[in-house]
T-cell receptor, first 116, second 113 residues
Framework: SAVISQKPSRDICQRGTSLTIQCQVD?????MFWYRQQPGQSLTLIAT?????????ESGFVIDKFPISRPNLTFSTLTVSNMSPEDSSIYLC?????????????FGPGTRLTVL | SQKIEQNSEALNIQEGKTATLTCNYT??????LQWYRQDPGRGPVFLLL?????KEKRKERLKVTFDTTLKQSLFHITASQPADSATYLC????????????FGTGTQLKVEL
């Protein structure tokens, strides 16, 4: 398995500001994913971030609101821009380990964001 | 639209009993289905994967069945323990292209002494 860390673990932010969430993996991975989990809800995929290419966003998510960087094979960032209370959620990154089976993903601990 | 539904009601069972959780999906024929466990304040943890040509998969006290005709997967925990208390999520790739998992709503299981 992979060890995945996220920073910060939680934050409280003011409306209109931006927060950048970091995801660090202890091994090199090609595919990284960013999810949102709103209170009492399941996980919703925001985007897929592969090293060396632009992130691919799911319907309902746009790059201007959730810019993603993937500078190398062990690290990615997700920025939540111009935040509103509706962005209050847990944000999770995950990775898919090559050769470990079909689409099995390993998740970080999540970043709990509260927007006031 | 494509849906993945799990029982939204929490499941409370006594220690030692078998817990059975249900995952139903519509409008898709996935090649496989996965089950994850999520504890409060943590990310999901992969438990089991079952392919469309497999009727049943076991791992220690866990058993998963996959009925592609009914479009349903059942997840069983035998001899349940309080430590099994968590939210259990099913997930599958609804696009057919691989790599993109769509998760069900999750079922919260509570195992009582």
């Amino acid at each position: 398995s992979a060890v995945i860390s996220q920073k910060p673990s939680r934050d409280i932010c003011q409306r209109g500001t931006s927060l950048t969430i970091q995801c660090q993996v202890d091994s090199q991975v090609t595919m990284m994913f960013w999810y949102r989990q709103q209170p009492g809800q399941s996980l919703t995929l925001i985007a897929t971030a592969n090293q060396g290419s632009e992130a691919t966003y799911e319907s309902g998510f746009v790059i201007d609101k959730f810019p993603i960087s993937r500078p190398n094979l062990t690290f990615s960032t997700l920025t939540v821009s111009n935040m509103s209370p509706e962005d209050s959620s847990i944000y999770l990154c995950s990775v898919e380990l090559e050769g470990r089976g079909l689409d099995t993903q390993y998740f970080g601990p999540g970043t709990r964001l509260t927007v006031l | 639209s494509q849906k993945i539904e799990q029982n939204s009601e929490a499941l409370n069972i006594q220690e030692g009993k078998t817990a059975t959780l249900t995952c139903n999906y519509t409008n898709y024929s996935p090649a496989y289905l996965q089950w994850y466990r999520q504890d409060p304040g943590r990310g999901p943890v992969f438990l089991l994967l079952i392919r469309e040509n497999e009727k049943e998969k076991r791992k220690e006290r866990l058993k998963v069945t996959f009925d592609t005709t009914l479009k349903q997967s059942l997840f069983h925990i035998t001899a349940s323990q309080p430590a099994d208390s968590a939210t259990y999520l099913c997930a599958l790739d609804v696009t057919g292209g691989g790599n993109k998992l769509t998760f069900g709503t999750g079922t919260q299981l509570k195992v009582e002494l």
